[in-house]
């Protein structure tokens, strides 16, 4: 909706407000003429139905709003004489028109003592939930946001199954575009799996004042810009979505808006300097760990290392032994039963399932094993006797290609060696040719919606030809830690800060195994209540927060104790 069309539909529900309600604001003692008047209705309509002033501004919050004029409704109906859960139920069911009824009575009767509403249990109820959604809608929209990290792009930042806060005031929270949808979900409604907004009518972005703005590295959960599906992990026809409705995604914000960067074997550098990551940044890469004796699971395992796999040969596998194996496996290879090789991840294949049944199995030694190392962990490697060489992955050779942003020969650039590339900032302006124009496209047709074409070897910009554009608000470069198992900037370009969601601060619960069912789980008490950020060893608050409930509970007992004994 265009700002005309918005003003038009503001007006229409100032009318509709008023043809339903200047009966009962003259029955409440005020003029008829109060209920056309934009906000200043409001106002004496909560006075009338003993409602706080300040919940006018609840009326302006989308999404709030909708749950908010549910309540009202109910409100009206209870301070009018209607009040059974049948008139409570035609109120909601009416979308409010119910209250016409009421408002067109002959003499519409105010009850405007308060304490004298008689309220049914049912009514009492569903506003009572009502109000607490709105509370806590509220809290989701404009202050902290749970969110679970599902996937390994940042491990071993953040690991898989961390429940976290993320916060919404940091960089200035979001107003939402999407002005109808349900509460406390984000784009898909549960169990039934159907879209849970809709599309129109949809508001201009808006932002409130920031606390601060995104600083290199941080970690930043934003709208995935690139997103086409209806649900996360979900392949499927490609979907329009609404920018605060599409797929959240976590990566750390290594490109900040007017940087220059690039990425040379695996490393980024900003302006020509090697980007210098805060202490708690698990940087991870691609590794071969060669040895001519074999590369030893046991003592991957016996350095702490998890991410890598191993192949087990089984003699006499079995239609009925390989379905109990299922669960651990990964992958197969070889041509008969009796030379059957399963893949598996790190842990292996449990020794009782294969006592159980009666398994000849043996694990392959391989002379070459990849995997997925810190900087760290690959110096700890290569000091150990065992290792001939740990060669780093590198895509080295640079052919052109669409994998990588911006999709488009003749740009030969990969997950090792990209770049270099500015990042776009709002006001700047870049000169722009036929060479550089797939870097800048989607923002200035997708992200700032102007209309492109190029005709020969000019550019015309809303039919108008130029050779440079100015950009109409900050981007940034967002990359995971896992630096191969990432899908990233690298893949899909800038992140628009009007895509940003919030900043993660706080893990307040962590589970390992989270993907591989309940029986799998368990609980990393290392990480609860342990901050995202901050220098040094990560540390958990969990026991201090434990002693504090403790020690109040034991306050409220004594103090509950001594009035007892004075009484």
């Not at 849970?196 to 600083?215: A, D, V």
């Not at 086409?228 to 490609?238: K, L």
């Not at 990964?330 to 991840?345: A, E, H, K, P």
Request: charged fraction near 20%.
């Amino acid at each position: 909706m265009n700002e005309f069309q918005w003003i038009l539909f503001f007006l229409s529900i100032q009318i509709i407000h008023f043809l339903g309600t200047w009966k009962l604001y003259k029955t409440a003692g005020e003029d008829p003429w109060k209920a056309i008047v934009p906000v200043y209705n409001a106002i004496i309509f909560l006075k009338i139905l003993h409602r706080p002033k300040w919940w006018v501004l609840l009326l302006f919050l989308p999404v709030i709003n909708i749950m908010m004029f549910m309540v009202l409704w109910v409100d009206t109906a209870k301070h009018f004489g209607k009040n059974t859960p049948t008139d409570g139920l035609l109120t909601i069911l009416s979308l409010g028109f119910f209250i016409y009824t009421i408002n067109y009575q002959k003499k519409p009767k105010y009850i405007s003592d308060k304490s004298m509403i008689v309220r049914s249990t049912f009514n009492e109820w569903i506003g009572s939930i009502i109000f607490a959604v709105v509370a806590a809608t509220f809290v989701h929209n404009y202050f902290f946001q749970p969110y679970i990290i599902p996937t390994g792009s940042l491990e071993k930042s953040l690991l898989i199954g961390d429940f976290l806060f993320v916060s919404k005031f940091h960089y200035g929270a979001r107003v939402p575009s999407t002005t109808i949808a349900f509460p406390m979900v984000h784009d898909t409604l549960p169990l039934i799996k159907t879209r849970s907004y809709l599309k129109k009518p949809q508001l201009p972005y808006m932002r409130l004042p920031k606390f601060q703005k995104i600083k290199r590295n941080d970690i930043v959960v934003f709208n995935w810009p690139a997103d086409t599906v209806r649900q996360f992990f979900v392949r499927e026809a490609g979907v329009k979505k609404p920018t605060d409705k599409k797929s959240n995604y976590v990566k750390r914000c290594v490109g900040l808006p007017g940087d220059k960067l690039e990425i040379k074997k695996g490393f980024v550098y900003i302006n020509g300097n090697k980007n210098v990551l805060p202490d708690r940044a698990r940087i991870q890469h691609s590794y071969t760990a060669y040895s001519s004796k074999g590369v030893s699971s046991r003592k991957l395992s016996q350095l702490g290392l998890t991410d890598f796999y191993r192949r087990f040969r089984i003699e006499n596998i079995t239609q009925n032994s390989y379905s109990k194996l299922s669960p651990y496996i990964v992958g197969t290879s070889g041509n008969s039963t009796d030379n059957f090789i399963v893949i598996t991840r790190e842990r292996g294949i449990p020794i009782s399932l294969v006592r159980s049944l009666g398994l000849r199995i043996s694990e392959v030694l391989e002379k070459s094993k990849e995997l997925n190392l810190t900087i760290e962990e690959a110096e700890e490697i290569e000091k150990q006797g065992w290792v001939d060489s740990l060669v780093q992955k590198n895509q080295n050779v640079k052919t052109p290609n669409t994998n990588f942003f911006p999709n488009k020969i003749p740009f030969d650039w990969n997950q090792d060696n990209f770049g270099p590339i500015e990042i776009p900032a709002s006001g700047q302006t870049i000169a722009i040719n036929l060479s550089n124009l797939p870097l800048y496209k989607k923002i200035i047709v997708d992200y700032e919606n102007n209309s492109l074409k190029t005709i020969g070897n000019e550019i015309f910009i809303n039919d108008k030809k130029v050779n440079q554009y100015t950009f109409l608000q900050d981007y940034f470069w967002m990359m995971g830690d896992n630096r191969h198992r990432s899908e990233d900037s690298r893949f899909w370009g800038f992140v628009p800060e009007d895509h940003i969601v919030g900043k993660p601060v706080f893990i307040w619960f962590s589970i390992s195994g989270i993907n591989g069912g309940l029986s799998n789980w368990k609980v990393r008490w290392d990480r609860v209540f342990s901050t995202v950020g901050g220098e040094g060893k990560r540390v958990s608050y969990f026991p201090y927060f434990l002693i504090s409930i403790i020690i109040w509970q034991g306050y409220l007992f004594i103090r509950k104790r001594k009035k007892k004994k004075a009484s």
